[in-house]
């Protein structure tokens, strides 16, 4: 703080400071983790984010030169990380600019609190009104958190407490003493944002009896019977009012037993809190949340909506309609875990869906369709032994089981993928390859071809087979999807069992259905304890091959395809940060240009695209931007790595698209 008036003389547009705090939570959350650890050395206690800006690069950079020398001559010679690429910078500012949410990602009952977080003060007082304050938080044991426009001295600072115990009397004793301090520096309670409710109260302090009662009188003129933001400036209640907030005298949540591990964040009630009403999940411009809101519009049918719709059912406040508007707001959740990633507190409505449909399973049981997806994985190698019949009972039971009549079901294959892999081939390191469900018996081709592009690299491939004869390994998908976690985690501790030998190998596990693969690092962790080290070894195909080159392991080489390649990405995928991984190994290939489709979730979603009374919502999804990008590439290798995805381009376009395994074994 006491640097920035310091540096403020160079003429930088902008000196903000970020705490240790907000940096820790940050790396936290995969949407920052990369930025954050490749741009902050060590481990501060804040840093000061300088901005110098102007037509002129080189000007620019030579002030950021004479920071850099400020800083030495200050005693802190190597303090400054200079930032001049352009995507760099655009980066670190995202990280900023989500500051007040990241500190909101915060886990447990103590939250960073907003109503002294706009207080300013002069330049010259800043540093010692940050250390007063502290010693305040301190006294009322209590921390901040502390981010901040420091050049212009307004410091968000939030202390963290707990409103539902002792955070409201806290609040208003340390209140009192900020704004005694700011008064005495003659700064400003709200020195950018507006008073409203937790500010209101701190009006007359500052202006005094004469020009408060004007203010009010100004309001009676122009709004004689109060309708206008009652209690908000003139004649405001007490900040401390607990009738105004969020958890009220009394508020408290039932929580029945939950079949997934949810102590991360204190409870299943705790993760669903975690949703603060910021409505990021709001967005239309990038990223994949909230695809069905995007579609709708209808707040119910986005991340907050379900959020605030769950947390009012856990307490209580929907009465015996709860559980009925819990499952409507889900319906049209496809289980992207966009939110998982894009939501700045970490909202992580997937795997919230599956706790609540295994709630509502266990009172209410499942219909034949849901049971014929769920138990997919069980019947697949009878049907797959019998695939043209199996085919034609698809056909003619696709309406009376509810799949949409327009829709194209996957097809059984009498040439399903039975494990029969020669790992001598291959003379150097070992890996398994998990061979899932969908592509065992719908798309055989996609495994085969991996296996011929890590055979053709070095790699010993074996196909991963359970530890007893009988059926083929699943990571339980398609159970979580209908809430069948018991039965998920039965499939679960299979898998476990049979890659054990090859994970205490140290053996990397290799998947090619980003929601299978996925699983290992997400579900698995929530529904059975060790799971962590499987974690760790599971890779998908490109994320397996992006790691070799980095290792320098990584030996097959590919002839040119001189041609487009339109990249669509699984949710998983993105939730994961894995399309940096296909980018790059697709340009493995000489001449093949790609361009990534900047898309929401295609909209099949599993089964829910499948399901009649979701096609028409699916179809919207897929028009948002996938389905017109194929259409305007006619001549362009379509590539997607989702069993899903690929399903939807081939129904909405007529378009085959190719999973990245078959393209670089076309290159080979």
């Known amino acids: 703080m006491d640097m920035t008036r310091h540096i403020v003389p160079l003429g930088p547009s902008a000196v903000e400071l970020v705490d240790r705090t907000m940096i820790g939570l940050a790396r936290d959350i995969p949407a920052f983790r990369k930025t954050v650890d490749a741009l902050i050395k060590g481990d501060p206690e804040a840093i000061l984010l300088v901005e110098f800006s102007g ?102 600072v939030r202390p963290v407490l707990d409103m539902r115990r002792d955070g409201a009397e806290k609040m208003r004793a340390i209140a009192e003493e900020a704004c005694a301090m700011v008064k005495e520096f003659k700064g400003a309670y709200s020195g ?27 309001k009676a003129w122009l709004d004689p019977r109060g309708l206008m933001n009652p209690g908000k400036i003139v004649s405001p209640s007490r900040m401390d009012d607990k009738s105004l907030f969020r958890f009220r005298p009394g508020y408290r949540t039932d929580v029945p037993a939950t079949a997934l591990d949810w102590s991360e964040w204190g409870g299943y009630d705790k993760a669903v809190e975690m949703c603060n009403n910021n409505g990021h999940c709001r967005k239309f411009d990038a990223g994949t949340m909230c695809p069905s809101f995007r579609v709708t519009g209808d707040e119910v049918h986005l991340t907050r909506g379900r959020a ?18 819990v499952k409507s707001a889900l319906d049209l959740c496809v289980s992207c875990k966009g939110c998982k990633r894009e939501c700045p507190t970490g909202v992580d409505m997937a795997r919230m869906k599956i706790e609540f449909l295994a709630g509502y399973r266990r009172r209410h049981g499942l219909t034949t369709r849901e049971r014929m997806v769920a138990y997919l994985p069980r019947y ?102 209908a809430g069948l976690v018991e039965e998920a985690k039965a499939e679960a501790r299979r898998t476990l069992q049979a890659l054990k030998p090859w994970v205490d190998r140290g053996a990397a596990v290799i998947g090619l259905e980003p929601a299978c693969l996925l699983s290992f690092r997400d579900e698995f962790c929530a529904m059975l304890p060790g799971s962590e080290v499987l974690a760790r070894h599971a890779f998908l195909f490109e994320e397996f091959i992006a790691r070799e080159l980095d290792a320098g392991r990584f030996s097959a080489s590919f002839t040119p395809l001189a041609k487009k390649a339109l990249l669509h990405g699984h949710c998983h995928q993105k939730a994961f940060d894995a399309m940096p991984a296909v980018m790059r190994v697709l340009k493995l290939i000489p001449e093949l240009r790609i361009e990534a489709v900047e898309s929401s979730c295609c909209g099949m979603a599993g089964s829910f695209g499948y399901e009649a009374e979701h096609y028409a919502v699916s179809m919207k999804m897929a028009e948002l931007s996938l389905l017109p990008a194929v259409r305007n590439s006619k001549d362009a290798l379509v590539v997607a790595d989702g069993t899903s995805c690929r399903h939807q381009i081939a129904d909405g376009t007529g378009r085959e698209a190719w999973h990245v395994a078959r393209v670089l074994e076309q290159a080979l």
């Open 55 to 156: 037509e002129d690069a080189a000007v620019q950079l030579s002030r950021l030169k004479q920071l850099t020398r400020l800083m030495g001559d200050l005693g802190l010679p190597g303090s400054v990380v200079e930032i001049a690429d352009a995507l760099q910078q655009k980066a670190l500012w995202e990280v900023r600019k989500a500051g007040l949410n990241i500190m909101m990602s915060m886990k447990g009952d103590g939250k960073p609190v907003s109503f002294i977080e706009d207080c300013a003060v002069p330049l010259e007082h800043l540093a010692e009104y940050t250390e007063r304050l502290t010693r305040v938080f301190e006294k009322h044991g209590t921390r901040g958190t502390w981010y901040a426009h420091a050049s212009v001295g307004t410091l968000h």
């Open 192 to 218: 950018e944002h507006g008073d409203g409710l937790v500010r209101s109260e701190w009006i007359a302090p500052f202006f005094g009896p004469r020009l408060t009662a004007c203010l009010g009188e100004v």
């Open 308 to 325: 605030n719709t769950l947390r009012l059912a856990l307490s209580g406040q929907l009465g015996d309609e709860g559980e009925e508007a």
């Open 380 to 481: 697949a190698p009878w049907a797959g032994r019998v695939a043209p019949l199996a085919n034609s009972a698809s056909a003619l039971l696709k309406s009376a089981l509810g799949f949409a009549a327009k829709r194209a079901l996957p097809k059984w294959r009498r040439d399903y993928f039975a494990d029969r892999t020669r790992p001598d081939r291959g003379g150097g390191r070992e890996v398994a390859i998990f061979v899932d469900t969908f592509n065992r018996w719908f798309e055989p081709h996609n495994v085969r071809a991996a296996i011929r592009v890590l055979q053709a690299a070095g790699y010993r491939v074996h196909a991963a087979q359970p530890l007893t004869p009988g059926r083929p390994l699943c990571c339980g998908r398609t159970f979580l999807s």
